[in-house]
């Protein structure tokens, strides 16, 4: 059977699997204040290629560690351990009232739609093209603390988006594993074309990064790095989405005999229904 976006009973995480997603969190936490503190900070201001590095955490990484790895029971959102879903997707009657995350799982369950899903990819792109279009990068590079503002920004959306291709239990994916697919190459694919046009301009792209001839980095090595960097992480978060829910999927699907001699058994049903209703005085 294909694997649809209601998905069947869950165990409770295991206390593994607890301090697996702690640590995520605590990794998420740490690489967001190096980002935003000397000497990465500063040093994002001076070096495109380290700029786009800095993006791609603030943009991908960043974000997919944060909902990987987000502790809802922890921090009182979720029951502990958080309740599972029985197979219609409905959460059985509590015996405590249901938590935030867990009010939130539910409405995403009665409400999978697929144009919400699209508008949480719409935000990310969107995110990700304002803040690396050259107006955005140069005043990054003269005004240090926007880049607070652009964490948050990206973080947001791109938590958003992460939320749609992982679980966070009790939060799951709205979207069948071909949707999620979809997502995440249209996403990767976004990032790609912003770097390609970094990578092929014949100039300067930003104009507020100072290269000196002889002196560190020339324009072309600079913006070929940072066209590097920004392909290399974004296909090493969402390619393992790719083909995680791939393989998944093909697992799902029915074998191929299988489903044809179920489909030669119902037209035999068929046709010696049609004959009998013809043989009938």
């Excluded at 607070?148 to 939320?163: C, N």
């Excluded at 489909?263 to 035999?268: D, F, G, K, T």
């Amino acid at each position: 059977m294909t694997d649809g976006a209601a998905p069947d009973r869950r165990r409770p995480p295991s206390a593994q699997h607890q301090r697996l997603r702690g640590v995520l969190l605590a990794v998420a936490a740490a690489s967001l204040l190096a980002w935003l503190v000397p000497p990465l900070g500063p040093l994002a201001r001076r070096i495109e290629f380290v700029e786009a590095l800095q993006f791609s955490f603030f943009a991908v990484v960043i974000p997919a560690l944060a909902v990987a790895g987000a502790p809802w029971a922890l921090l009182g959102l979720a029951g502990r351990p958080p309740r599972e879903f029985d197979q219609d997707g409905h959460l059985p009657p509590p015996s405590l009232p249901l938590k935030p995350a867990e009010r939130l799982a539910v409405g995403r369950r009665q409400h999978p739609g697929a144009v919400r899903t699209a508008t949480f990819a719409v935000l990310f792109v969107a995110g990700a093209v304002v803040w690396r279009l050259p107006g955005a990068v140069d005043a990054l590079a003269r005004h240090p603390w926007l880049a607070l503002v652009e964490a948050v920004t990206l973080v947001a959306v791109g938590a958003g988006l992460w939320l749609e291709l992982v679980e966070s239990p009790p939060l799951v994916p709205r979207t069948a594993r071909p949707g999620r697919i979809a997502l995440a190459a249209v996403s990767m694919w976004a990032i790609w074309v912003l770097a390609y046009l970094v990578g092929l301009a014949h100039g300067s792209w930003y104009h507020a990064y100072a290269h000196h001839a002889g002196a560190g980095l020339s324009v072309w090595a600079d913006q070929q790095l940072a066209t590097g960097v920004m392909w290399f992480v974004s296909a090493c978060a969402f390619i393992p989405v790719v083909f995680w829910n791939l393989v998944r999927w093909l697992q799902a699907e029915e074998d191929p005999d299988q489903e044809l001699h179920r489909l030669v058994r119902q037209e035999r049903i068929r046709g010696r229904t049609l004959g009998q209703g013809r043989a009938a005085p």
